[in-house]
């Protein structure tokens, strides 16, 4: 019996090595319940080998994973994880309804489940009318969400997802992400790893960025811009006519020295960085219009992960 009061998964340390390459170089964090975690992380990062560590599909080197206060290895462990791997791992020659029948019975559901599972699997994927169908004969997306609902059959606490999204279009992606929803709102704790930067940032409640086989940053978006970045928020202003006071306005009102300021006094156009709205900006474009300058147009622009993803690793994340 599950302990409500336990963590679901609980990693400390971990560790794996392919021959003298250390992949995962001590890894430490936790997933909530309910949480929606997603592991973020360039090519190599590490995200695909902690995954399958935690689906028990490779064995660590060090460290440990605790799955509801008991061992990975338990049977608590097997019963409340789901994992969907990267690839998609279907029969082809079975129709949709003999796939899951199969994971079904892979996972351990009880006979007398199982065509229940089935009918609500069917109902989740959307794919009640192509039950009889070879797999084969299904677009990438629809396999996808065949292979997702494979991974739950046996109505898992813990979802593990590599990559669920991986070469889908945006539309089977929302419905990818609606039945994630979907899993999530009933209690489930879903860790995924993505290369979208947006997905991570509208989709998870909590990020770990990976860099090298390390976490180099674990919080909800709002923590890790203000761990990262800061609170300062990027003001572009475009005024009617070139500004010659437009340095000195920066000046007086984002108190930052003149060096870091991207002012043009010659044009029409500059640009700053502000910590508050109310003291800052309202004081500057007041100024600015009282000495008779229109603006004609103005963007403020909050940190995203983008700017946190790259000022951690140096790097962009591939395409
Ligand atoms: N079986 C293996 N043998 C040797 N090295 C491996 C093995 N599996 C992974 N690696 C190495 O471990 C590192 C981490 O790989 P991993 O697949 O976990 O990264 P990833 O973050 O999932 O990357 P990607 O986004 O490209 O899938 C890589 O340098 C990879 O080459």
Redesign the pocket.
Known sequence: MIQPDLLPLRIKNLK?R??T?E??RGVSFELRHGERLAFL????????????ALAGR?KPTGGSIEVFGDSARSVTAKRAIGFVP?EIALYGDLTTRENLVAFAKFHGVRRGEISKRVDWALQWTGLHDRSRDLVRTFSGGMKRRVNLACGVMHEPRILLL??PTVGVDPQSRERIFAMLDELSDGGTSLLL?T?HLDEAQQRSDRIVI?DG?QVVADGTIDELVHQTIGSSRLVKVRLDRPMAKAVRYLHQYNRLPAEQLVGHPGSAAFETRIESVTDQLTPMLEAIQRDGYRITDMELQTPSLHHVFLSLTGNEL?D
């Open positions: 794996k392919f021959g390459f992949a995962l992380g360039t090519n190599g990062a590490g995200k695909t080998t902690m995954i399958r490779t990267q590599d990559e790893t290369h990976l086989g591939r």
